[in-house]
C-alpha cells in the first residue's frame, strides 16, 4: 500500500479534479505490475496497473492493491470495479473508501457480491490524506484551502513601503520555486486587493512546469486599474465585488475547483484564519529581523505538523484544527 501511495503522488498535477490513485499486483509475494492515474479522463490505475502485467494469466492468483476504492459508475472510462471482476483477480485490498457519492462503498459492494475477497483500511488514514482535497470538496462543498505566507523572524510580513516600491524578498530562488510547485498543484490562487496593487503579482507557475491556477481577487471597491497582470487575459482570472468569504467559496465549489490557494496579504488571510475557513497552512521564515513594517497573520486553533529548514529558511507547515 505504501507503493500504492507512493505511485498515486506521480498523478499530482495531471489527474485533477478526480482523485490521485495508485495501483499494484502481487503474485506470490512479488509485484508484477503497477499503475497510476496519471490524467483526468484518462485510464484509472486499476486499468493501468492491469496492463502493465506481462502474463494476463496471472491476474486469476493474484492481489490487487488500490489506495482507493475502486469506481463502480461510467464516468469518462468504464468501471474498475467490473474491469477486475472480469480479469477474475480473486483479492482487492483497499487503502480506503470513496466517499464521492457515485462510489461510496459500492465499488467494494459490486466486488463482494462477485465473490471478490475485499480488505479495506490498509494505511486508510494515509490513504485519505492523499486525497484531502478532493475528499474535502465533496464533504465540504468548498475547496480545500491553503494559506501560504513569508515573514520575518520578528513577525513581519513586509515593510511599509510607498506605490512602485519592491516588497522585501524573503525567499531564496528554490524556495521561491517550491511555491511554484505549490501553484501548479492548486487549482485557484487568491490574492487580495492591496496585494495586486501593491505588488501586481501575475501569479503564474512560471518557474515550475505544471498549469497556472485560476487567478483570484475581491475589487469590492472596483477600484484594480485596467494595468494589472491579474486583467491582461493571459490566464483566466475572476475578481470578485465581494469580501464574503462563504459567499466566494460557494461560487468556486460551483465551479469545480477543489483546491484554493491563499497567498495574500495580511487582512485577507487573517480573515480566513478568523473564520476557520482553512485547512493547511505553510509559513516561511526568514534569517533576519525587519524591526517594523506590516504583521504576519496570526494564527488560532492550528497544529504544527512539520517543520523544516531550506536555505537558512524556516518552514513551517500547519493543519487547522478548528
Not at 49 to 70: C, F
Not at 100 to 109: E, L, P, R, T, Y
Not at 270 to 293: C, K, M, S, Y
Request: glycine share 8%; with cysteine; net charge positive.
Amino acid at each position: 500500500m505504501w507503493r500504492c501511495i507512493q505511485l498515486a503522488r506521480c498523478g499530482a498535477v495531471g489527474a485533477p479534479p478526480n482523485p490521485m490513485v495508485g495501483a499494484v499486483i502481487v503474485h506470490n509475494d512479488k509485484i508484477i505490475g503497477e499503475g497510476y492515474h496519471r490524467r483526468c479522463g484518462g485510464p484509472h490505475a486499476e486499468v493501468n496497473a492491469i496492463r502493465s502485467v506481462r502474463d494476463e494469466a496471472l491476474l486469476k492468483e493474484s492481489t490487487i492493491y488500490v489506495s482507493l476504492e475502486p469506481c463502480s459508475h461510467y464516468g469518462k472510462t468504464p468501471p474498475c470495479a467490473d474491469l477486475i471482476i472480469e480479469k477474475q483477480i480473486p483479492h482487492v485490498v483497499v487503502g480506503c473508501m470513496d466517499t464521492f457519492a457515485k462510489v461510496n462503498g459500492q465499488g467494494i459492494k459490486k466486488l463482494r457480491d462477485a465473490g471478490v475477497e475485499v480488505v479495506v483500511g490498509v494505511l486508510e488514514k494515509e490513504c485519505l490524506d492523499l486525497n484531502k482535497r478532493f475528499i474535502t470538496f465533496h464533504q465540504q462543498h468548498r475547496p480545500f484551502i491553503t494559506l501560504k505566507w513569508a515573514q520575518s523572524e520578528d513577525g513581519f510580513m513586509d515593510a511599509e513601503r510607498k506605490w512602485g516600491e519592491k516588497p522585501v524578498k524573503f525567499s531564496s530562488r528554490f524556495t521561491q520555486t517550491l511555491v511554484h510547485q505549490m501553484r501548479a498543484m492548486h487549482q485557484a490562487i487568491m490574492v487580495g486587493t492591496k496585494t495586486v496593487l501593491m505588488d501586481n503579482p501575475t501569479l503564474t507557475t512560471r518557474l515550475w512546469e505544471g498549469p497556472n491556477p485560476l487567478r483570484i481577487t475581491i475589487d469590492r471597491k472596483g477600484i484594480l486599474p485596467e494595468s494589472v497582470h491579474l486583467k491582461d487575459g493571459k490566464v483566466p482570472t475572476v475578481i470578485y465585488n465581494t469580501g464574503d468569504l462563504n459567499q466566494i467559496l460557494v461560487d468556486l465549489y460551483k465551479r469545480g475547483i477543489q483546491s484554493l490557494m491563499v497567498e495574500g496579504g495580511a487582512q485577507l488571510l487573517q480573515h480566513f484564519i478568523e473564520t476557520g475557513l482553512w485547512d493547511e497552512a505553510r509559513v516561511e521564515i526568514a534569517p533576519f529581523v525587519l524591526g517594523n513594517g506590516i504583521l504576519a497573520p496570526k494564527m488560532r486553533g492550528e497544529s504544527l505538523k512539520s517543520e523544516h529548514s531550506i536555505d537558512d529558511r524556516k518552514i513551517l507547515n500547519y493543519r487547522c484544527e478548528m
